[in-house]
């Protein structure tokens, strides 16, 4: 599916070793973390916007959700991250964003906390956004299906739900 983004669950050094950023990295090359890491540090709740390198989206929304590589978090970071992560996305002009499960992984926020943040944040946001099922198969599917058609994919008018 064409995104204008993917957002990556950072860390404010912007290192790009482990999880979601990890598999970033290693799909879309090291320019992705380089460009990251220029910009550090980067603060818990703020967002770059960077290259996607070779992924297939032309961005990358880098949302801290934690300081360091490997630290646990809670659900509020993951709250904050998925605001920045819209924020940011409005003021780039990009109307599809993939959102994968922040802090689900290195972070080890409950998927169906973190869920519950970035839907509530979304749905606060009142933005047009694509939630692909198929971005975290860790996500809970009584989660993300009441946000998708049968396709698995929709436009999600989140102010409308």
């Known amino acids: 599916m064409p995104v204008d983004a993917i957002v990556n ?4 050094l912007g ?11 290693r799909q879309g090359g090291d320019v992705i973390q380089q460009a990251a890491m ?8 703020a967002a770059i916007v960077t290259t996607a390198g070779q992924l297939p989206a032309k961005n990358v929304i880098h ?3 934690m300081e360091e590589p490997g ?4 659900a509020e970071n993951v709250r904050r991250a998925a605001r920045a992560a819209l924020i940011a ?3 780039n002009g990009f109307k599809v964003i993939a959102i994968p ?10 998927i169906d906390e973190a869920a519950r943040a970035i ?14 099922a198929s971005i975290d198969r860790r996500k809970p599917a009584d989660i993300v299906a009441p946000l998708c058609n049968s396709k698995r994919t929709s436009r999600l008018a989140s102010a409308s739900r």
Not at 38 to 45: F, N, W, Y
């Open 89 to 91: 996305s409005d003021r």
């Open 101 to 110: 499960g922040i802090g689900t992984d290195l972070g080890e926020v409950p």
């Open 15 to 25: 290192i790009m070793g482990g999880g979601i950023g990890g598999t970033l990295r």
């Open 119 to 132: 839907v509530e944040e979304i749905r606060a946001h009142r933005l047009l956004i694509c939630v692909p």
């Open 9 to 12: 669950p950072a860390n404010s």
């Open 63 to 65: 949302v801290p959700t």
């Open 38 to 45: 220029a910009a550090a540090p980067i603060a818990v709740g």
């Open 71 to 74: 630290q646990k978090i809670g």
